[in-house]
């Protein structure tokens, strides 16, 4: 196994896999949930940076979300302004995931709306609590 890694090293120094294009996105919205930190903030600035019309951050905190904000505006040099947005999405309410589907819909109505989603929020639990619905 350990060969196989060093080849598989080797392999990608000499053929490495190609960046895409700076405007591969371009024209696109995309919806990242999760995007206050880690991989989702990498992700959402990624696809700024690749020339997405629209990107929509989840978040349950909005002292995250707005920190989240400023650090995409100096990850993106100021191109994130006026394409990123934060929307509410906490997972233990029902009412707020009814109410980000019904604003997802409004993205881009009529013009082929959301293109890509990136699925990121997770936390893991290890007990069963029941949510304000009751399950």
Avoid: C
């Avoid at 090293?9 to 371009?26: E, G, N, T, V």
């Avoid at 919806?31 to 990107?55: D, F, Q, R, Y």
């Avoid at 002292?63 to 040099?77: F, I, P």
Wanted: proline share 3%.
């Amino acid at each position: 196994m350990v060969m196989a890694g060093k080849l598989y090293q080797i392999y990608m120094k000499w053929f490495p896999i190609a960046l895409p294009p700076s405007d591969a996105f371009k024209g696109h919205a995309a919806l990242v949930t999760g995007g206050t930190s880690g991989l989702g903030l990498a992700a959402a600035a990624h696809l700024v940076n690749l020339g997405a019309t629209e990107v929509i951050i989840t978040s349950r905190n909005p002292t995250r979300s707005g920190k989240a904000l400023e650090t995409l505006e100096k990850e993106t040099n100021g191109r994130s302004k006026g394409i990123v947005r934060v929307l509410e999405l906490d997972m233990n309410r029902y009412s707020s995931v009814v109410g980000l589907v019904e604003e997802v819909k409004k993205v881009r109505a009529g013009k082929g709306g959301i293109d890509f989603v990136i699925l990121n929020a997770g936390v893991i639990g290890t007990e069963y609590t029941a949510v304000d619905e009751g399950w």
